[in-house]
């Protein structure tokens, strides 16, 4: 589907896990769980059946192998019979076992960053009295399963190839959902902007309401000076500019157009072409005129006087700039606080610690530039803060 909660799916489909056996590690992570949020946790056997799902939908398809840690011995055998490049070296055990285990650390990272972040938009939506019915979800997924498939064949293939249930793909909708609920909840008073609040910012903005003056231009740009006072001549003479233009000019995007330059403003030009332009009269041959692009001969064709737009015509693009500035800023100072207060809420058990828990690992010192230009956790990229809208799988 090309909407947002079965792209998120898709692209969640990428590892898994044999279960392991937890017991509470002295953080308040039942036995049986990964992470507790509040009073919900999340078990391991949710964990695992995303993470299958993950996998899945890496294999894109083919067969799925679950990482299995501790020893990944599946993963490595499933590695083992992948053929190898021509030319390059058929890796040892040890290397696939190495590439097993970041494999399976980064999908753990992502399988628990959604359970975690799920969690947590459906606390605050309950929180808030936020509600999405049965139905509004149906009409949703329906809409977006017509989009994404053309035929139900289709759309079954998908389930079967991605390990994913329709229950599976409802969750991630009511999710959608919610979110969407709570960002417009958050922004609701943002969207208020008052008459007054137009006229403040236009009166301390004038100047991005104005027009400045433009000019049309005839050009003819050569090589030296010598060929330049030969097209003026040309000009002079009688000659049409479309013509001339053909015979001299080396500007290809203005010779394609007779010579035309069109809504030339100040500044736009190197210093001595703007000074001549400006100080020019319609109507009247100009040049030669040196630039570091070679001679200009030009004449102004016509002039559009700079205007500005009154506070009525701008009246709508002002209120429209202050509510979505107003609408970020309320969205982003909830996301904040959003973050804050859950992480505070989660804690995760040791092996299954990641940024959104209380008893996150601390971040070791790492020079090097993350693969996203961001200095990240062993390296990796640093994860994006959850937000109502979207939170990250």
């Given at each position: 589907?090309?909407h947002a909660p079965i792209k998120i799916l898709l692209a969640l489909a990428a590892a898994g896990v044999t279960a392991l056996a937890l017991a509470a590690c002295g953080n308040d992570v039942p036995a049986g769980a990964?992470?507790?949020?509040?009073?919900?946790?999340?078990?391991?056997?949710?964990?695992?059946?995303?993470?299958?799902?993950?996998?899945?939908?890496?294999?894109?398809?083919?067969?799925?192998?679950?990482?299995?840690?501790?020893?990944?011995?599946?993963?490595?055998?499933?590695?083992?019979?992948?053929?190898?490049?021509?030319?390059?070296?058929?890796?040892?055990?040890?290397?696939?076992?190495?590439?097993?285990?970041?494999?399976?650390?980064?999908?753990?990272?992502?399988?628990?960053?959604?359970?975690?972040?799920?969690?947590?938009?459906?606390?605050?939506?309950?929180?808030?009295?936020?509600?999405?019915?049965?139905?509004?979800?149906?009409?949703?997924?329906?809409?977006?399963?017509?989009?994404?498939?053309?035929?139900?064949?289709?759309?079954?293939?998908?389930?079967?190839?991605?390990?994913?249930?329709?229950?599976?793909?409802?969750?991630?909708?009511?999710?959608?959902?919610?979110?969407?609920?709570?960002?417009?909840?958050?922004?609701?008073?943002?969207?208020?902007?008052?008459?007054?609040?137009?006229?403040?910012?236009?009166?301390?903005?004038?100047?991005?309401?104005?027009?400045?003056?433009t000019r049309d231009l005839r050009v003819v740009l050569t090589k030296n000076e010598a060929q330049a006072k030969k097209a003026k001549k040309a000009l002079e003479d009688g000659d049409s500019f479309k013509s001339v233009?053909?015979?001299?000019?080396?500007?290809?995007?203005?010779?394609?157009?007779?010579?035309?330059?069109?809504?030339?403003?100040?500044?736009?030009?190197?210093?001595?072409?703007?000074?001549?332009?400006?100080?020019?009269?319609?109507?009247?041959?100009?040049?030669?005129?040196?630039?570091?692009?070679?001679?200009?001969?030009?004449?102004?064709?016509?002039?559009?006087?700079?205007?500005?737009?009154?506070?009525?015509?701008?009246?709508?693009?002002?209120?429209?700039?202050?509510?979505?500035?107003?609408?970020?800023?309320?969205?982003?100072?909830?996301?904040?606080?959003?973050?804050?207060?859950?992480?505070?809420?989660?804690?995760?058990?040791?092996?299954?610690?990641?940024?959104?828990?209380?008893?996150?690992?601390?971040?070791?010192?790492?020079?090097?530039?993350?693969?996203?230009?961001?200095?990240?956790?062993?390296?990796?990229?640093?994860?994006?803060?959850?937000?109502?809208?979207e939170p990250q799988p």
């Amino acid at each position: 589907m090309t909407h947002a909660p079965i792209k998120i799916l898709l692209a969640l489909a990428a590892a898994g896990v044999t279960a392991l056996a937890l017991a509470a590690c002295g953080n308040d992570v039942p036995a049986g769980a990964v992470a507790k949020v509040g009073d919900e946790t999340i078990t391991q056997e949710d964990f695992d059946k995303w993470l299958k799902t993950a996998a899945m939908g890496q294999a894109q398809g083919g067969k799925a192998v679950v990482p299995d840690p501790p020893e990944f011995t599946k993963c490595v055998a499933a590695k083992k019979k992948a053929p190898v490049p021509q030319g390059q070296d058929k890796p040892s055990d040890s290397e696939l076992k190495k590439q097993c285990e970041t494999e399976y650390d980064t999908l753990k990272r992502e399988v628990m960053q959604f359970l975690i972040q799920a969690a947590w938009v459906q606390q605050e939506a309950e929180q808030q009295d936020i509600n999405v019915s049965d139905k509004q979800i149906q009409k949703s997924f329906e809409d977006q399963k017509k989009q994404a498939f053309p035929t139900d064949k289709a759309y079954k293939e998908f389930l079967t190839s991605s390990g994913m249930t329709e229950d599976d793909i409802l969750f991630r909708v009511k999710l959608d959902q919610l979110q969407q609920k709570l960002t417009q909840k958050v922004t609701e008073d943002a969207k208020k902007v008052s008459d007054e609040d137009v006229e403040e910012y236009y009166d301390k903005n004038k100047k991005r309401f104005a027009q400045p003056e433009t000019r049309d231009l005839r050009v003819v740009l050569t090589k030296n000076e010598a060929q330049a006072k030969k097209a003026k001549k040309a000009l002079e003479d009688g000659d049409s500019f479309k013509s001339v233009v053909k015979k001299y000019s080396q500007d290809e995007a203005s010779k394609a157009q007779g010579g035309k330059l069109p809504a030339v403003s100040e500044g736009q030009q190197e210093p001595a072409f703007n000074k001549a332009i400006f100080g020019a009269r319609k109507g009247e041959l100009e040049g030669p005129v040196k630039t570091q692009f070679g001679w200009y001969v030009f004449e102004v064709e016509k002039i559009k006087p700079a205007s500005q737009q009154t506070l009525e015509q701008s009246k709508e693009t002002i209120k429209n700039l202050l509510r979505s500035e107003r609408q970020q800023k309320a969205l982003d100072n909830f996301i904040k606080d959003f973050r804050d207060e859950y992480k505070d809420e989660t804690n995760c058990a040791d092996d299954f610690r990641v940024a959104e828990c209380k008893n996150a690992p601390k971040e070791k010192t790492n020079t090097a530039p993350a693969p996203n230009g961001q200095n990240g956790q062993n390296g990796q990229p640093q994860q994006p803060a959850p937000t109502p809208e979207e939170p990250q799988p």
